[in-house]
């Protein structure tokens, strides 16, 4: 038995770690060591509740939820064990020059804005959850969903330079 949960586990892995990076990352408001370790000790966590999950597709948003519990949890207690560097060097491949910036521009803007404000905007914008499912992995009402999504929102429009992003009507880097 608990060689097919740690099949199923390390597929699922395979499959879905990149995407879990990504939300670690914006959660954080930046890559390095912190985004891995959340990500890394939520994917633990999911490990070892596999057998409750069911399914490979609600591991997924397991983790997610884990990852934003965990964040907001550390968030709480104001401490870190490590501190993390503030920026690590890019990769450099020709042509991403605007995508690389646009990223590290976001990524800056989302470390403005609280925790769970940040919560709210990575997973209604990113992971394009509705609200009802957002107060379900925070554990608070739609009502305050949105709140706390129109506090960030806010936030990030009176940012500096958030004109330095691309608008709706504007096709960013990632778009094409």
């Known amino acids: 038995m608990r060689k097919g949960r740690d099949e199923a586990f390390t597929a699922f892995m395979a499959a879905r770690y990149g995407s879990l990076m990504r939300t670690a990352v914006l959660l954080t408001g930046g890559g390095g060591a912190r985004a891995e370790d959340l990500a890394q000790e939520a994917l633990l966590r999911t490990y070892r509740a596999w057998h409750r999950i069911g399914r490979e597709e609600a591991a997924e948003a397991y983790t997610r939820t884990t990852m934003v519990r965990l964040l907001i949890k550390d968030r709480r207690r104001r401490w870190?064990?490590?501190?993390?560097?503030?920026?690590?060097?890019?990769?450099?491949?020709?042509?991403?020059?605007e995508q690389v910036t646009t990223g590290v521009a976001v990524r800056a803007l989302l470390r403005t804005v609280p925790a769970t404000q940040r919560a709210v905007l990575v997973l209604r914008f990113y992971h394009q959850l509705t609200?009802?499912?957002?107060?379900?992995?925070?554990?608070?009402?739609?009502?305050?969903?949105?709140?706390?999504?129109?506090?960030?929102?806010?936030?990030?429009?009176?940012?500096?330079?958030?004109?330095?992003?691309?608008?709706?009507?504007?096709?960013?880097?990632a778009d094409g």
Request: glycine residues 12%.
């Open 80 to 97: 870190h064990a490590e501190v993390p560097t503030e920026h690590l060097p890019e990769t450099a491949r020709s042509g991403h020059e």
């Open 131 to 173: 609200e009802r499912e957002i107060a379900d992995v925070l554990g608070c009402s739609p009502g305050t969903v949105k709140s706390r999504a129109s506090r960030g929102l806010a936030a990030l429009r009176d940012a500096p330079f958030i004109g330095a992003l691309p608008t709706d009507g504007e096709r960013g880097p």
